[in-house]
C-alpha cells in the first residue's frame, strides 16, 4: 500500500507548534525572533515566495520585515545593507531571496550574511559544520525531508539512500543528512551512468535534478520510499515534480506527491532555524 506523505499537513502542524514556542519564549524572556527578507528587483516568482516567507514569520509571532531594493542596487550597497542587519541585534535571520540580478556576485552576498543569522544554511561555515557533522544552519528543503522521516516513522538507518541532484541547496546537504542518521549514501546527477540502474537500488530515493517527470518506473524498487523535490510544468502548464507520479507511486511505500509535499515544508523550516537562531543569541 502506498502512503502519501502530506507535507502540507505537516507543516501546518509544526508551524503550529512553532507560534506556541515563540509566545513562550516572549513571555519568558522578552525576545521576539526577528526575520528580514532582502528582495533585490521584481521578479515575479521571487515576489511570491517573499510574501509566503512574510506571511509564515507572522503566523509564528516573528518580527518580520520585507527590504525590497531596485534591481539597480550596486553590489557595495547591498553588501552594506546586509552589514546593517548583521549588526542589528533585533534580526535573528537574514535571507537574501535569490536569483540576484547578474552584476551581483552571489557568492559575496552569501558570505556577507553573518553565519549565526545564515537561516538559509549556505554560508561555507555553516556548510562546513554540516560536512563535520555538527550541524547549526541547514538548508530548508533537506531538512524539511528529515522532519517527514520523523513524522512518517521512516527509518533511514542502515538503508540505501539514492539522491538524484548535486546542488548546494538541496543534493549535497541531504546526503550529507542522511549520512549522518547511518544511511549509505549514493549522490547521483545528471551525468551518471546507468542512473536509473543505481536508483533501482535505493530504499529511500530523494530526487532533485530539475527535470519533469524525469524519474519513471523503471527507476524505481518496489517498497521504496520516495521524495520528490522538482517543481516544473509538464507539457499541458501543470505543476509537476522530477518525478512521473502515476507512473511510480503504485511501486512505492511513501512518496510525496506536487504540489503539497517537499515544497510547503522548506519555508517551515526557514521558521524553526529563526527560532532557534533567536534562541541561540540569548545564550550569548
Not at 506571511?55 to 509564528?60: D, F, G, T, Y
Not at 553590489?75 to 549588526?87: G, H, K, P, R, V
Not at 502548464?237 to 509535499?261: F, H, M, N, R, W
Amino acid at each position: 500500500m502506498t502512503h502519501v506523505i502530506d507535507g502540507k499537513a505537516l507543516a501546518v502542524k509544526l508551524q503550529g507548534e512553532l507560534a506556541e514556542k515563540t509566545a513562550r519564549l516572549k513571555a519568558e524572556t522578552g525576545q521576539v525572533p526577528g526575520l528580514v527578507v532582502i528582495l533585490v528587483g521584481e521578479n515575479p516568482a521571487s515576489q511570491v515566495y517573499v510574501r509566503n516567507k512574510e506571511r509564515s514569520a507572522l503566523a509564528a509571532g516573528f518580527r518580520s520585515e520585507v527590504v525590497r531594493v531596485p534591481e539597480s542596487i550596486s553590489q557595495e550597497d547591498l553588501l552594506a545593507l546586509i552589514d546593517c542587519y548583521n549588526q542589528d541585534p533585533l534580526w535573528h535571520g537574514i535571507l537574501v531571496q535569490l536569483p540576484l540580478p547578474a552584476h551581483i556576485d552571489d557568492e559575496a552576498v552569501l558570505l556577507a550574511i553573518d553565519p549565526n543569522k545564515d537561516v538559509d544554511g549556505f554560508h561555507p561555515l555553516n556548510m562546513g559544520h554540516l560536512w563535520a557533522g555538527n550541524p547549526v544552519m541547514v538548508p530548508s528543503t533537506p531538512a524539511g525531508i528529515m522532519e517527514m522521516f520523523r513524522e512518517y516513522d521512516i527509518d533511514v538507518e542502515g538503508k540505501n539512500a539514492v539522491v538524484i541532484g548535486r546542488s548546494n541547496i538541496v543534493g549535497k546537504p541531504m546526503a550529507q543528512l542522511l549520512l549522518a542518521k547511518n544511511a549509505t549514501v549514493t549522490l547521483t546527477h545528471s551525468r551518471t551512468h546507468h542512473l536509473a540502474k543505481i536508483a533501482r537500488k535505493a530504499d529511500i530515493l530523494v530526487v532533485a535534478i530539475g527535470r519533469a517527470k524525469f524519474v519513471t518506473a523503471d527507476f524505481v524498487k518496489e517498497g521504496a520510499v520516495v521524495i520528490d523535490v522538482g517543481m516544473n510544468r509538464d507539457e499541458n502548464g501543470k505543476l509537476c515534480g522530477d518525478v512521473d507520479y502515476e507512473q511510480v507511486a503504485p511501486l512505492a511505500s511513501y512518496i510525496t506527491p506536487v504540489p503539497g509535499g517537499v515544497g510547503p515544508m522548506t519555508i517551515t523550516m526557514l521558521m524553526s532555524q529563526t527560532y532557534e537562531a533567536a534562541v541561540r543569541a540569548l545564550k550569548k
